[in-house]
């Protein structure tokens, strides 16, 4: 784990100046705290920092093949680098070090881009061709490691983080209108488009491979996952197949020269995977949070599985002081970020590196195995809207649920305007619907007027329709979404910067894409069974894991910002949002942020504290972050996300 940056010319041009690449280096220098590494050649420049997991001594990067030909900077891990390994080494190659990073070069030389394909684990590389004067920018299947570009008519610079680049002399800093209204629709900015024009995320799947020959080539993608249900097995042979492969999995994410805990949520997945890597041996840490409202606290919960495996565990409770951390945590996440449960994950994380650098956790066994709240209930309102005839719903049910009262702090059941609109849509149309965190009109009129200008009839829910249309049932065409768009940039955005302010890497192995691909071909019936979420996976679990574990409410991994937005951070969101000069001059409309903010206060002054309906539907408001800045929540009484919350589940 580490952070790579760096500046290819179109044309053969002097050695980039070395201050340069240091001050791209610089910026993102917590991801990598232990060394630095430079390349400076006619027409390009690679920087690199260096968190040592493996080969501690020799492996520091840029990293080339035997003549220096080849040259390689890598972020992630190749788990599977010791059979690679061996292969090349029958094919005549010959090795300098023992780290992962080597082989790419190597496997670069034999199958040329397509050395991807054989990769299994998470990374974001940049590889130099000397020879053919070329580069090479990948990125994992899934999206776990983060990779920026800017490409125009004479160079690309790219970067691990969005500093890196910014940091590079000259780089525009014009703010993409659309980027800000997607921010509002779902929390964060969607890639391939980030908050600054012109500055792209290369997306999961994909690489960009440029020469002087073909320097305006797109990115393409080498792999998106295929949900393709088998019907064939029976539901005790998947269950084999998932605790077959989970081990497996867990033993690759394991390897390391340097200690090895986890994150303990005390929520299924993560529960899931410190059983298994206890039944493999290894000895773990394992690192837990809570509140001081119990309400939101599950450290109980992840007590019971450490004393169950005899782990040693450590915990820390989180106190409303750690609301003061807003402004550090928004330095990290460079582009508007909305997710609340960042600040649980960035101290978790800081935890955790006073102990270890390597961490394993429990993201995506929601998405692989439709864990969420919203999939049995989007499947329940589907099975509704096909007993409704068209007309019904578009004619009746559609204008009423306009002038329908809105009343977000009740459970979802008894929400009738979310209901009835989603009732009245198509079910593309209504799980965009259920995403969306600020929904049509009140997002147009938080925008300044002068930004809604130019975005016309734009609409962020488009993009989640695009990866809706997929083929399958409607729970493999949420699961398929939620992969795409929510997966890389929301969760895993907030876990990477998190986890790399404090040089700490974390490993999820339900996200191994094998390990995704068998989940993807389980039919959904055993995924959401008579409305019980992730069914097949739990029962597969249940001989490793507690039944008070197993089979309690899910909770996300939240915290009480209702409470905090009140008391701890109320000076500063009125400082920086409400009054005075602000970042968010000619972004959102003051006026109508106020508003939302003292309907807010009203509504909770005759109140101790947040809402708890059952512990199954607490209401909770979101944390807006912008670069030194926090955003204001996008209705008065902050409306609950869906299946948001979560960070090592």
């Not at 690679?84 to 023992?98: N, S, Y």
């Not at 529960?271 to 949070?289: P, Q, R």
């Not at 809207?385 to 702090?409: F, H, M, Q």
């Not at 009140?566 to 949002?577: A, G, I, K, M, N």
């Amino acid at each position: 784990m580490c952070g790579i940056a760096g500046v290819v010319y179109s044309s053969w041009n002097d050695p980039p100046p070395p201050e340069i690449l240091e001050a791209m280096a610089g910026a993102i220098a917590h991801r990598g705290p232990d060394a630095d590494g430079f390349l400076s050649e006619p027409g390009v420049g690679l920087a690199h920092r260096r968190l040592s997991i493996i080969d501690l001594a020799y492996g520091g990067q840029p990293i080339s093949n035997e003549d220096g030909s080849v040259q390689v900077i890598l972020n992630g891990e190749i788990y599977n680098y010791r059979e690679l390994r061996a292969l090349l080494e029958k094919w005549g190659h010959r090795f300098g070090t023992r780290s992962d990073t080597e082989v790419l070069v190597h496997l670069y030389e034999e199958r040329g881009a397509r050395l991807v394909e054989h990769l299994r684990g998470m990374f974001a590389f940049a590889l130099w061709d000397g020879r053919q004067r070329k580069v090479l920018l990948a990125r994992d299947r899934v999206g776990l490691k983060p990779l920026y570009y800017r490409h125009d008519s004479d160079k690309i610079v790219f970067g691990s983080e969005l500093k890196a680049i910014l940091a590079f002399p000259g780089v525009p800093r014009e703010i993409d209108p659309r980027a800000v209204e997607d921010f509002l629709a779902f929390g964060m900015v969607p890639g391939p488009r980030t908050i600054f024009k012109d500055i792209h995320k290369l997306p999961p799947g994909h690489l960009l491979e440029l020469s002087a020959a073909s320097w305006n080539q797109q990115p393409r993608q080498y792999w998106a996952l295929d949900i393709a249900p088998d019907p064939g097995p029976t539901a005790a042979e998947w269950m084999e197949a998932i605790r077959a492969k989970l081990q497996e999995t867990v033993k690759l994410h394991l390897v390391s020269d340097v200690p090895v805990g986890a994150f303990l949520s005390g929520g299924v997945d993560s529960s899931a995977v410190v059983a298994t890597a206890a039944g493999c041996g290894a000895e773990l840490t394992t690192f837990s949070i809570g509140f001081e409202e119990q309400a939101y606290s599950e450290l109980p919960y992840a007590r019971e599985v450490a004393a169950r495996y005899g782990i040693r565990h450590v915990e820390e409770v989180v106190t409303p002081d750690a609301a003061a951390l807003v402004e550090e945590l928004s330095r990290y996440y460079d582009e508007p970020f909305a997710d609340s449960s960042a600040l649980p994950t960035y101290l978790v994380s800081r935890l955790a590196s006073r102990h270890v650098k390597v961490v394993l956790s429990g993201d995506g066994g929601d998405e692989a195995f439709g864990g969420y709240g919203r999939y049995a209930h989007d499947l329940k309102e589907a099975k509704l809207r096909g007993y409704l005839p068209r007309w019904l719903r578009r004619g009746v049910l559609g204008p009423l649920s306009r002038v329908w009262p809105k009343a977000d702090w009740l459970p979802r059941l008894l929400r009738a305007k979310t209901l009835l609109t989603n009732l009245s849509l198509d079910p593309g149309s209504a799980y965009a619907n259920t995403l969306s965190w600020c929904r049509q009109p009140l997002r147009r009129r938080l925008l300044a007027a002068s930004l809604t200008a130019g975005l016309n009839r734009y609409a962020p829910e488009d993009r989640i329709q695009a990866h809706f249309r997929g083929r399958g049932d409607l729970l493999d065409r949420m699961i398929a979404v939620d992969a795409a768009v929510l997966l890389p940039d929301d969760f895993l955005v907030k876990v990477d910067r998190a986890s790399m302010a404090h040089g700490l890497e974390v490993r999820p192995p339900l996200l191994d894409h094998e390990f995704l691909e068998l989940a993807a071909r389980i039919p959904s019936n055993l995924k959401v069974c008579r409305g019980r979420t992730k069914w097949i996976f739990k029962e597969a679990m249940r001989p490793e894991i507690p039944a008070g574990v197993l089979d309690r409410p899910k909770q996300g991994f939240e915290i009480p910002v209702d409470a905090w937005l009140r008391r701890p951070l109320r000076e500063l969101f009125e400082s920086s949002v409400l009054k005075g000069s602000s970042h968010l001059d000619g972004l959102i409309d003051r006026g109508v942020a106020g508003k939302i903010y003292r309907a807010h206060l009203r509504f909770w002054s005759w109140r101790s504290g947040p809402i708890v309906i059952s512990r199954r539907k607490r209401q909770r408001s979101h944390s807006l972050l912008w670069p030194q800045e926090p955003l204001c929540d996008d209705h008065p009484r902050m409306q609950r996300s869906a299946g948001r919350g979560f960070s090592f589940r």
